[in-house]
């Protein structure tokens, strides 16, 4: 059998603070943020990341199904963090893996709000965090990543018309271990970041690509269309109902309704 992904990734060094100290590799598992979440309920240190090659249950944001093929890349990262930080965790993700794609993939990614990662308007990446409380104490957080690095969309009638590979979308295969590494590398100094009081929302503004577009939201059964005009310290999203409101979305259910975008105020330096 050949070396696993982690083995791979290890042997190029992982050099983290935090990130990745304790790793664990499944050639096959249910879901490795149940895994993430066990590991954390015996005990396991902030940063410790449960890789699998393939998963029979894996699920995507309000409960979808992800596809989960041998070739890709699943994993999941605990986290132990402060109650002002725990919104920022899945921005901070979404920042980590924008960046590395674009190392490793020479790809020019953006991000949907509130957290897919898309190339060319398909989803090639996908971020889901979840928390466990104890009234109001965090005992933890598991953010949970998963990339389609090989996967053959067209096998798929769900997803052929909205999702893409990295190797598809490059032309090359892709280098997961140097991905996932380069992934781990940059989640690392975004979490030292936040630590020190550095938010990601600034970076993160700069990768979405849903600014200034129409869009419409469904959000606790109701259905708003109107311009998503910013993102506020927390990652909320800021729409402008076609009435006038201005509404703060926490999380919602968005889809793009045109392409048409509207002049917004500066808010960010541009990607370079």
Known sequence: MPPSIVAQMLRSGLYT?????????????????????????????????????????SRGRLGRRWVSDEGN??????????????????????????????????????????NDIMIDGRKVAGILAESALSGSQIQHAVVGIGVNVALDVSADLEIAATATSLNR??????????????????????????????SPISEWRR??????????????????????EDIDEHGNLMLRTDAGELLTLTAGDITLRTNNTVPLPAVGEGLG
């Open 17 to 57: 603070a935090v990130i990745g100290r304790s790793v664990r590799f499944y050639q096959s598992t249910g879901s490795t943020m149940d895994d993430t979440a066990e590991w954390a309920r015996d005990g396991a240190e902030e940063g410790a990341v449960v890789v699998a090659e393939t998963q029979s249950a």
């Open 73 to 114: 890349l699943y994993f999941s990262v605990l986290f132990h963090p402060e109650p002002d930080a725990l919104p920022l965790l899945s921005p901070l993700a979404g920042v980590a893996v924008a960046r590395a794609i674009r190392q490793v993939a020479g790809l020019y990614p953006s991000i949907k709000w509130p």
């Open 169 to 198: 979308a490059s032309g090359f295969e892709i280098d997961r271990a140097e991905l996932l590494r380069r992934i781990l590398q940059h989640m690392d100094a975004l979490y030292l970041d936040l630590r020190r009081g550095r």
């Open 207 to 228: 990768w979405l690509d849903t600014l200034g577009q129409r869009v419409t939201v469904t959000h606790h059964g109701a259905t708003e269309t109107g311009l998503a």
